[in-house]
């Protein structure tokens, strides 16, 4: 399902990129936007999850770096019976983690320093089993995809508008009209595209990867308290180069923030207290009480 998925947003992608490319250029401008978005499907297929990672500025690790770290995700990978990824770390203060990879023999987990902090050992624990869930769920395929997409509609859209405004001053006859109305066009719809592709990553992923990752680490109540403390810091601060094309990866929407009203319009993340009380209700049926 998720590969079908993934295969209609890179249609999506093509039909937007062609339709613009159509409305500023004719049929001249539609084929090559064809043969553009033909390559960026590729590129991104290959290349996303480097991206996605270099966005951030997430390196890479080995068990020399940070022991402890990368162990626990080697044992966790192990519990759920999944390749070991590339293990990622972020300098950045805000607690949070995601996972991307075309699938979970090319995956990767990053975590951030803030996140090393503030949780303990056992929430770190519930928090790489709910990105290892993504893994084995194969849900990062798709959210890598559209982190891709969304942000290459967004920098087109960007494009497009600052060709309408400085590019009427130049031409004030009728074409040149039509043209910035188009571009205006562009600019406008390019942006709800790319929130619709982000809306396409269901939302019931997280609650069925939190419900996988408290069985992998074992206890549903480590997680219910890391996503707690990372929800307070999500809404009391702001991570360093966070995008909303970028923000349904997290295991906590960086955007919850005041302020962010606009991001939270296209969050794929369910709120925060459900996702907390189904995990206590997963923990209470298997008889576990307390951390």
Known sequence: MNMLKTTVLMAALMGILIAIGGAVGGSTGALVMFVVSLGMNIFMYWNSVDMCLKAYGAQEITREDAPNLYDLVERLAKRAELPMPRVCIIEADEPNAFATGRNPEHAAVAVTTGIMRVLNYEELAGVLSHELAHVKHRDILISTIAASMAG??????????????????????????????????????????????????????????????????????????????????????????????TAHMFIINPFEGAGKRLANMFSTHPLTEDRIARLHEQASEKGITTV
């Open 152 to 245: 290459a509609i967004s920098m087109i859209a960007n494009v497009a508008q600052f060709g309408a405004i400085f590019g009427s001053s130049n031409n004030d006859d009728e074409e040149g009209g039509s043209n910035m109305a188009t571009l205006l066009a562009t600019a406008i719809i390019a942006p709800l595209a790319a929130g619709i592709i982000q809306m396409a990553v269901s939302r019931s992923r997280e609650y069925d990867a939190d419900a996988e990752g408290g069985n992998i680490c074992g206890n549903p109540l480590y997680l219910a308290n890391a996503l707690e403390k990372i929800d307070y810091y999500a809404k009391h601060g702001e991570m360093p180069n966070a995008t909303p094309a």
